[in-house]
């Protein structure tokens, strides 16, 4: 059984901050920032990818709320929402997912880059994704 899954089932304990009938969500064990907190699905489901409608939506309803707590109450300067789709994206656990990481101007540590590649031909890559 998934850790997330034996979390949400009460078999692991857990830092549990919110937990409603079908998402629980809890303090990260291994924090990026302070108070960095992931809201997860009861049922289980490995991706954001394969997750039904319903319960991602309720997923990130309960992320909304809880981001604009942390905000309101750990005075962070902002707030990254994110979810990683397969270990490529740095997905660690297969169970769908969402972390909140609450940012701090000083002793801020937490990195993500973006850098500009080669732009595409983007009428190939238009072509490519006609349809979608």
Known sequence: MCIFCMIANGEIPSNKIYEDESVIAFLDINPTSYGHTLVVPKEHCDSFLDC???????VFEVASKLANKLEQ???????NIL???HEAAGQSVNHF???LIPRY?????VTIEF???????????????KGL
């Open 83 to 85: 979810s990683n789709v």
């Open 52 to 58: 039904p409608d319903e319960t991602r939506n309720h």
């Open 105 to 109: 101007k000083d002793n801020d540590r």
């Open 115 to 129: 850098h500009e590649i080669e732009k595409p031909d983007f009428e190939e890559l238009m072509n490519k994704l």
């Open 73 to 79: 109450t750990l005075h962070c300067d902002g707030i």
């Open 97 to 99: 997912h969402v972390h």
